[in-house]
């Protein structure tokens, strides 16, 4: 739980902390689960003071509303705290266009393989080149090679 409240957050901060989208958390205010935000006078911008931010978390774990109702949040969401923001994801290098589709193909097949590696084979398997060819010739005439190449 967020022990350190700042002086006042924004509506998206607020739903945030409580886990909730911000759509969501504008839906339960505007049903009286969560208080209203207080304005501020020059910017008319909503915020909530350190004691709406505790009755916002109050509501969140006790899955009652200031009006009383009962509501039932999902675990989806990380739940009261600052929601985690989802690791990326590691870009796998960008093989040679040149042997791109071909590549694809042999991951379909369970075989990792580098540009450079089926570069040599196609080169080696097919001199006149694969353009007239058959995909499916080739992947399997390159799958075939590599396989024999395994260490077992």
């Given at each position: 739980m967020?022990?350190?409240?700042?002086?006042?957050?924004?509506v998206s901060e607020m739903a945030r902390i409580v886990g909730l989208s911000r759509a969501r958390f504008y839906q339960l205010m505007g049903e009286g689960v969560?208080?209203?935000?207080?304005?501020?006078e020059t910017?008319?911008?909503?915020?909530f003071d350190e004691e709406a931010q505790a009755?916002?978390?109050e509501v969140k774990k006790r899955n009652v509303g200031i009006n009383g109702r009962v509501v039932m949040f999902y675990g989806g969401r990380q739940a009261i705290g600052h929601a985690k923001r989802?690791?990326?994801?590691?870009?796998?290098?960008?093989?040679?266009?040149?042997?791109?589709?071909?590549i694809d193909s042999l991951a379909c097949l369970g075989l990792s393989a580098t540009s450079r590696e089926v570069g040599a084979v196609v080169a080696e398997c097919f001199p006149d080149g694969i353009q007239k060819l058959d995909s499916g010739e080739v992947v399997r005439a390159v799958f075939l090679h590599l396989k024999r190449q395994e260490p077992k």
């Open positions: 967020n022990d350190v409240q700042k002086a006042a957050v924004s969560f208080p209203k935000p207080k304005y501020d910017t008319k911008r909503p915020y009755e916002c978390i989802p690791a990326k994801l590691k870009a796998r290098p960008k093989p040679n266009a040149e042997h791109a589709d071909l």
